[in-house]
């Protein structure tokens, strides 16, 4: 009875066309390393991300109620870049299922983590208009406890990832405490016995201080004017900061 199995190479070329398909999300996951973004709604998120992709301020889509947003930016001959993935701020199930996907059905490289010294653009529920009335003292309350629920997300992902995560702070909004940014930014580092830094503690026990990186930079992502003390080009130069060090993280540099 003749033999009809396949020729070697033809059962191979499944085994070859898959090691292919490795290869090549490989390169294309040093190159586009997926970043998610994360904070309250009001921080600021989409905006950020609209300025380190290059788009028109507001161009992005709408936070409230929509699903994880994906964005990619190409910058330099290299062809690297970023593919953002931004976690709505709603406290609601699209949020939450957008945090599983993120941290742990497709977990990404690493988490810009938005956050407003209590500044963040209050929301009225959904089929109302204007800005909230809430207070600083309920934003801070209401970041902290949001950071609360993300950060065990990335502590569960941090420990089971065969290399590092890396965790940017990023404290947004400086304009409007442009004579405090520092001492702000050192309000939200690891070590500064502030509430947000003793999660930050926490956080980095939890995952393992070599499986987590945690760095904690100022930003701006938007002006109206040069009022405040802080310039558009005070703006670029927090930006450019962010975006190289997102690079060093990201082994682009």
């Not at 009001?42 to 109620?65: F, I, M, N, Y």
């Not at 930079?217 to 930006?239: E, F, I, M, W």
């Amino acid at each position: 009875m003749p033999d009809r199995r396949a020729p070697r190479g033809v059962r191979s070329l499944p085994n070859a066309l898959a090691r292919g398909r490795e290869r090549v999300t490989g390169v294309l996951g040093q190159r586009f390393p997926t970043v998610a973004v994360t904070g309250m709604t009001g921080v600021g998120k989409t905006e950020l991300v609209d300025h380190l992709c290059g788009r028109p301020s507001g161009s992005g889509t709408p936070e409230a109620g929509s699903a994880v947003l994906e964005r990619r930016v190409r910058r330099g001959a290299r062809l690297t870049g970023f593919r953002f993935r931004v976690v709505p701020g709603d406290n609601a199930a699209t949020r939450l299922g957008a945090l599983d996907d993120v941290f742990h059905d497709d977990p990404v490289d690493g988490v810009l983590h938005v956050v407003a010294n209590g500044h963040a653009t209050g929301r009225r529920p959904a089929g109302t208009s204007g800005r909230a009335d809430v207070t600083r003292e309920q934003q801070l309350a209401a970041e902290l406890e949001d950071w609360t629920v993300t950060a065990h997300r990335i502590a569960s992902m941090a420990v089971r990832r065969s290399r590092p995560t890396w965790l940017v702070v990023v404290v947004t909004k400086v304009d409007l405490y442009a004579d405090d940014i520092d001492a702000v930014v050192r309000s939200y580092s690891p070590g500064s016995g502030t509430p947000f830094g003793d999660r930050l503690d926490e956080l980095r026990a939890l995952a393992g201080g070599a499986n987590l990186s945690i760095d904690v930079l100022p930003a701006c992502s938007h002006l109206d004017s040069d009022a405040g003390g802080v310039t558009r080009k005070d703006r670029d130069r927090y930006l450019a900061a962010l975006e190289t060090r997102m690079a060093q993280l990201s082994g682009h540099v």
